[in-house]
């Protein structure tokens, strides 16, 4: 398995003072949904009005600066073509310009993959005074035949309308903050948690999720802490998951995974790690402690085939330190669901 490494990211100026997941469902070939639509809406594709070239160069009265070229829908069908389903990219983009006009036109598109692409980039306009233009162009799409694509139009909504009431959206203890992950149960999750500040009514990136090899990771289920100074976050595919305990005040995560601490002392427990490639470890997120200065973990992992390690763990977030594990009986379960101890009391030893 790829040991993951966690890079903390602060955007802007802005430092949130905060007062005190997963199943991958994938888009899969929702590339083959996206790009023949179903009435899912009870609209067809046929009823949707999409806009010209030149109807495309109007809707924004902002002119777009640096662009390759001033045919906003044609750049549209050219991504659709060269960059849709598993190539889509946003790398492409021409850089030093305002790309709003074109994510706008991309919103009329004829293509639904195109129209779910630039519904998602909306909300990264969350500061730009041209909002309520961004929330009205997003409107028709709340009724696309897609269900992708309304799903992202939402998404999209409830940010830059400040509701935050979708699922996507994990409110604090205090109710006044808002952590959530982009793209989240799709397979361009980038990895990236946001929190927005209800006391500074702005949205910071607090932590980017990034594999060795330089690819964004894959965020997953979010656990405020009792006392809202913490999060828990979920890592992970389909066949390995972690989890990263974040403090808010100084964005700092725990520097070791439970996985290699496991490794490094797995004499003590009796485990054999590192001999089997297919180990599939996961390390999933069960009850933070009342005083919000403890998490319990689970954990598992693969020795063989059909030899299935698992078991608890109690991690010390101000000690940033594993200090208590809990192994089950080997077994030939393979991937088995873990819940909390029916025994289990946090003034255990």
């Not at 160069?57 to 750049?75: A, H």
């Not at 233009?133 to 998404?155: M, S």
């Not at 994990?170 to 990236?192: E, I, M, Q, W, Y």
Request: glycine content about 8%; charged content about 20%.
């Amino acid at each position: 398995m790829k040991r993951r490494l966690f890079i903390i990211s602060i955007i802007g100026i802005v430092v949130l003072c905060l007062s005190g997941c997963q199943n991958q469902n994938v888009l899969e070939s929702h590339s083959d949904a996206l790009a023949n639509p179903v009435n899912q809406a009870g609209v067809a594709s046929s009823e949707i009005n999409y806009v010209s070239d030149n109807q495309a160069n109007d809707v924004f009265e902002t002119k777009s600066q640096g662009l390759p070229n001033t045919n906003l829908v044609s750049f549209w069908d050219d991504y659709a073509k060269s960059y849709g389903g598993s190539k889509a990219s946003f790398s492409e983009m021409p850089m030093n310009a305002d790309l709003l006009p074109l994510y706008i036109a991309g919103m009329q598109h004829k293509d639904s993959y195109v129209r779910w692409s630039c519904a998602y980039k909306a909300f990264d306009y969350y500061w730009d005074a041209r909002k309520p233009d961004i929330i009205r162009a997003l409107k028709p799409l709340l009724n696309d035949p897609v269900q992708q694509v309304r799903e992202a139009a939402e998404f999209s909504t409830e940010i830059l309308s400040e509701t935050f009431s979708g699922p996507e959206f994990v409110h604090s203890p205090n109710g006044k903050d808002v952590a959530f992950c982009s793209f989240l149960n799709t397979r361009f999750n980038d990895g990236k948690l946001w929190v927005y500040s209800g006391e500074t009514r702005q949205i910071s990136m607090v932590l980017q999720l990034v594999s060795v090899g330089g690819d964004g990771g894959v965020a997953g289920y979010i656990h405020w802490s009792p006392d809202g100074s913490r999060l828990a976050v979920g890592d992970g595919g389909r066949l390995w998951s972690n989890t990263v305990i974040l403090k808010l005040a100084t964005l700092t995560a725990n520097k070791q995974e439970l996985f290699s601490y496991l490794g490094e002392n797995s004499g003590k427990f009796g485990y054999k790690i590192g001999g089997y490639q297919r180990s599939d470890p996961s390390v999933r997120f069960l009850e933070w402690s009342p005083d919000s200065k403890k998490v319990l973990l689970s954990y598992y992992f693969a020795e063989d085939m059909e030899k299935w390690q698992s078991g608890y763990a109690v991690y010390n977030c101000e000690k940033d330190k594993y200090e208590r594990i809990m192994p089950n009986k080997c077994s030939n379960d393979g991937y088995p669901k873990l819940e909390k101890p029916a025994d289990f009391q946090w003034s255990g030893k």
